[in-house]
T-cell receptor
Framework: ETGVTQSPTHLIKTRGQQVTLRCSSQ?????VSWYQQALGQGPQFIFQ???????GRGNFPPRFSGLQFPNYSSELNVNALELDDSALYLCASRLDRRGANVLTFGAGSRLTVL | GIQVEQSPPDLILQEGANSTLRCNFS?????LQWFHQNPWGQLINLFYIPSGTKQNGRLSATTVATERYSLLYISSSQTTDSGVYFC????????????FGTGTRLKVLA
């Protein structure tokens, strides 16, 4: 089975720009979540999508938005980039089933905002 | 919200040594996972262990949910074990998010 893949792996943007990060979920997984990991910290939950709808959100402003597609792939969009948005963005997928909530992470997209 | 604390924050071992990493959480949880983050940033799932004990090769983990802690044991450490170890918990409130601890940074010396 394929794992979780993310693209791009690295990118540099300037303040005020917009960015789209992409994620392909592990085969058979119907739920995808996104996390932001600042340097030296643990990942922080941004939001989760199940069946193409957001069903959970962390403490992130509305300029962080997402999509999940019928094939369970996903996008994270960030508008009006700020310097503090520089971080590793991690996508995780799982099969939403009672007793089977193991998160599987991709390798991440490292965003630098100048 | 739930607080997740890991100890020690940093650990340096000689190759072949054993170690125990601890994760304390402040409230009951639905799920708990241990991850290893390699130097390239990839988070690798080590254990899905909301309760009980599991072993996988040189690694084992124990979660005592009633006392709100989990332990990760690494035996006969190797240089490839270096990296950051995270404990992550999912609250029972149905918010679907995992809350990560601050991590233990492990360096194994040859």
């Amino acid at each position: 089975e394929t794992g979780v893949t993310q693209s791009p792996t690295h990118l540099i943007k300037t303040r005020g720009q917009q960015v789209t990060l992409r994620c392909s979920s592990q085969s058979g997984h119907n739920t995808v979540s996104w996390y932001q990991q600042a340097l030296g910290q643990g990942p922080q939950f941004i939001f989760q999508y199940y069946r193409e709808e957001e069903n959970g959100r962390g403490n992130f402003p509305p300029r962080f938005s997402g999509l999940q597609f019928p094939n369970y792939s996903s996008e994270l969009n960030v508008n009006a980039l700020e310097l503090d948005d520089s971080a590793l963005y991690l996508c995780a997928s799982r099969l939403d089933r009672r007793g089977a909530n193991v998160l599987t992470f991709g390798a991440g997209s490292r965003l630098t905002v100048l | 919200g739930i607080q997740v604390e890991q100890s020690p924050p940093d650990l340096i071992l000689q190759e072949g040594a054993n170690s125990t990493l601890r994760c304390n959480f402040s409230d009951s949880v639905n799920n708990l996972q241990w991850f290893h983050q390699n130097p390239w940033g990839q988070l690798i799932n080590l254990f899905y262990i909301p309760s009980g004990t599991k072993q996988n090769g040189r690694l084992s983990a124990t979660t005592v949910a009633t006392e709100r802690y989990s332990l990760l044991y690494i035996s006969s450490s190797q240089t490839t074990d270096s990296g950051v170890y995270f404990c992550a918990v999912e609250p029972p409130s149905g918010t679907y998010k995992y809350i990560f601890g601050t991590g233990t940074r492990l360096k194994v010396l040859a």
